[in-house]
């Protein structure tokens, strides 16, 4: 499986996921942040895709788009009050958080150019035909299945985090 | 102009870094609770996609490092985030419903109670 | 030309879907054909929906506007292109506008990865049914978007009902999708696939269908996930958001014209796409009934002489009711119109009888044969069940389907470890 036209594509998605990314922190209305996250979601799952992760995509697409955001959009529009589109949008401190996050992107353009020997070009591409049945491996397998702990942690997790919100989100316990 | 062309990590990496500034940005910048909430959301994209980035830079080291097709730790990792990143959206906004029942804002410096 | 020939011949007896192959042209042929096929499909469904449910309340549908109804359709279709196009007052703009973008990009999008043949698809990805799942789940956003963005109150209640229903019965879905991945991993290398192609390829190389495997087990999930898909399309009996008398067309209720058809087809859409996932999963897909029992070339000649007959008999069909219209000169227009009808009918029955098409058409004949048994189960469902109230409607997803999903799943697993050992067992014992 040869792949085509990969710079293209990984231009138009990265744009995607910037451009939604600013979206999401500069709109006053906080539906329309959401389908710019949404927007980025889908473009990250396709970032994924050229990566040779087909499964990391499809949770993305499953979990994320399809579940996060529904949940994001469900409190929206239970607590969405009409005066909060007029209301002053960024906080008191706007400016000494910018100048933290620039501090931030200093740090990483600092990194990034010293270490940027460390990746050297010439790897091998493995196709995606297995994939699925890799991470079942990874995560399952007798021998080699060295997630399994975690597995069974993230499902408990998961069963703290329902009871926790059904909890929180009631009137009367 | 050539080393924009040929696709490498370390692109993916500084794609990463930029998305994980944005959501900083949100987070230290904005009023509204669910886009605060929804930046933590993009910081946890911006790992998510260096993990899966240099998960498949090392599917390309030698075997004999821990790579080959089958070094998928980081596609697994991701997955472990996603699903925390659901647990933690769920009993975020809980909490926030909680709170918008008490005092009918959404503006998290409002959040003054404890102040001095 | 002759370069173009040897082309299409190139390209059609390769054993790769164009996706796997990295052909673009083909890969953008496919999709055309896709599209094209869906647009079909759609416009034929809304027909049979009015014929059929007509007939079923004993009454006749639509007969004035084409020889019994047939330009149906493309006067509803010119009708909601020529409607005035409103918008709510204090709506807001811009998501009103995208919101059907979505629900018909969700629809449209599940297509890449239905296989039509061994080869047919338009691409065949590692996570076939992964992603089809995950991007008929994108139409939640899609619907709950259009209730907000109307600024009133009954599209905003039936956008809210309507996602919580279809967010419920994904749950249901995928345990029943789970069950069947478990059986794919049954076969000789030992490992399963959620790959489309690879399901059904599983189902060939295991001599049954997976809705007659481990009976009745394959039955249970079969059944789960045709409620569950009923419910996913909000399709009656599960209608409650879009029904009329509840609330006023629901989340659609403030679309007109050209927008209200972009939700109309892609619900349609929807209901094709879920059908070919429970014919890819239960169903054997493209597989020919009786594919390894009754296998050999008499067989195959037998089997492959179906489609040319079923266009035949449509064609006489149309013959048949042609001969019966009223002798009156208002309706030689429509009678010479149904006959003309029938006659191209039974020219393409006559063309599939020809060995070149008999052989290559078989798959794609079989698959949209089992797809339109499933629509006729859509109208049938909806001219039969009164209307699910919506308590009853969540009560039903959560409280029913998801534990008979989960027993299933471990049954449906334990079935297949003890598989082997059994038939040791049986052999020692008989």
């Known amino acids: ?117 460390l990746f050297p070009e010439g790897r091998v591409t493995y196709g995606e035909g297995q994939n699925v049945q890799d991470v079942a491996a990874l995560l399952y397998d007798q021998h080699q299945g060295t997630y399994m702990f975690s597995f069974e942690i993230a499902s ?13 989100a009631k009137k009367r316990i | 102009m050539e080393s924009m062309l040929h696709i490498s990590t370390l692109h993916y990496l500084v794609l990463g870094a930029a998305l994980f500034l944005l959501g900083v940005i949100g987070v230290l910048t904005r009023r509204n609770v669910v886009i605060v909430l929804m930046s933590i959301e993009l910081i946890l994209n911006a790992v998510n996609l260096n993990l899966v980035a240099l998960s498949r830079y090392w599917q390309g080291m030698p075997a004999y490092l821990g790579g080959g097709p089958g070094a998928l730790h980081g596609q697994v990792f991701a997955i472990f985030v996603i699903t925390d990143a659901a647990a933690e959206a769920a009993v975020g906004l809980g909490i926030l419903i909680a709170f918008f029942r008490n005092k009918e804002t959404v503006n998290i410096d409002e959040v003054n109670l404890l102040k001095w | 030309m002759r370069w ?62 084409g020889p019994h109804g047939l330009l149906q359709p493309i006067a509803d279709a010119l009708k909601l292109l020529l409607k005035e196009d409103i918008m709510p007052a204090e709506a807001d703009a811009v998501v009103f506008w995208i919101a059907p973008f979505i629900v018909v990009l969700a629809a449209f999008t599940v297509f890449v990865v239905v296989p039509f043949g061994p080869t047919h698809a338009i691409t065949d990805m590692n996570i076939g049914i992964l992603f089809m799942l995950g991007v008929s789940s994108l139409s939640v956003l899609g619907i709950v978007t259009a209730g907000w963005a109307s600024n009133s109150h009954y599209p905003l209640i039936g956008a809210l009902r309507s996602s919580a229903q279809m967010v419920s019965y994904e749950v249901a879905m995928g345990l029943a999708v789970v069950s069947v ?69 629901g989340f659609h209720t ?53 489609p040319g007959i079923t266009f035949l008999f449509l064609g006489a069909m149309c013959f048949y009711n042609a001969a019966r219209m009223p002798k009156h000169p208002l309706f030689k227009i429509q009678t010479i119109g149904l006959a003309g009808f029938g006659a191209v009918l039974a020219l393409i029955g006559l063309v599939l009888f020809v060995p070149a098409a008999r052989d290559r058409v078989g798959d794609i004949f079989w698959f949209a044969a089992k797809v339109a048994a499933f629509m006729y189960l ?53």
């Open chain 3, 378 to 430: 859509y109208i049938w469902y909806r001219g039969t069940f009164p209307r699910y109230r919506f308590d009853q409607l969540m009560k039903v997803g959560w409280k029913i389907l998801l534990p008979t999903g989960l027993v299933l799943l471990i049954l449906t697993a334990g079935a297949g470890f003890l598989e082997d050992p059994v038939k040791e067992w049986l052999k020692h014992v008989l």
């Open chain 1, 1 to 117: 499986m040869n792949p085509v036209a990969t710079p293209f594509f990984f231009y138009l998605l990265s744009a995607t996921m910037i451009i939604g990314g600013i979206l999401v922190i500069t709109r006053k209305n906080a539906v329309h942040s959401a389908m710019a996250l949404i927007t980025a979601l889908l473009a990250q799952a396709g970032i994924y895709l050229m990566l040779y992760a087909p499964f990391v995509a499809g949770v993305q697409i499953i979990l994320y788009a399809g579940g996060i955001m529904v949940l994001f959009l469900f409190v929206i529009m239970l607590i969405s009050i009409e005066r909060t589109v007029k209301e002053r949008q960024f906080n008191k401190q706007w400016l000494v958080g910018i100048a933290a996050a620039a501090a931030l992107g200093g740090l990483f353009i600092a990194v990034y150019t010293k270490g940027k020997s």
């Open chain 3, 254 to 306: 403030e679309y007109s014209g050209f927008r209200w058809s972009l939700f109309f087809l892609a619900e349609y859409s929807a209901m094709i796409a879920v059908s070919s996932i429970a014919v890819t999963l239960w169903l054997g897909g493209w597989l020919r009934p009786f594919p390894n029992a009754l296998n050999g070339p008499t067989w195959d000649l037998v089997f492959s002489l179906f």
């Open chain 1, 156 to 168: 408990l997790l998961l069963l703290v985090a329902i009871i926790g919100a059904v909890v929180m």
């Open chain 3, 4 to 65: 173009l020939i040897d082309y299409i011949q190139g390209y059609l007896s390769s054993n790769q879907t164009p996706g796997a192959a990295g052909n673009w042209f083909w890969a953008t042929v496919y999709v055309l054909l896709v599209f094209v096929g869906l647009s079909i499909a759609v416009i034929a469904m809304n027909w049979l929906e009015r014929k059929i449910l007509a007939h079923m309340q004993v009454r006749l549908g639509p007969m004035r506007v």
């Open chain 3, 181 to 249: 991945i478990v059986m794919t991993s049954l076969n000789a290398e030992g490992t399963g696939t959620l790959s489309m192609i690879g399901i059904v390829q599983a189902q060939q190389a295991q001599h049954t269908w997976f809705v007659f495997k481990f009976f009745p087990l394959g039955l249970v999930g079969f059944f789960i996930f045709a409620v569950a898909m009923v419910a996913e399309t909000n399709r009656a009996p599960f209608d409650l958001p879009e029904a009329e008398s509840e609330l006023t067309a």
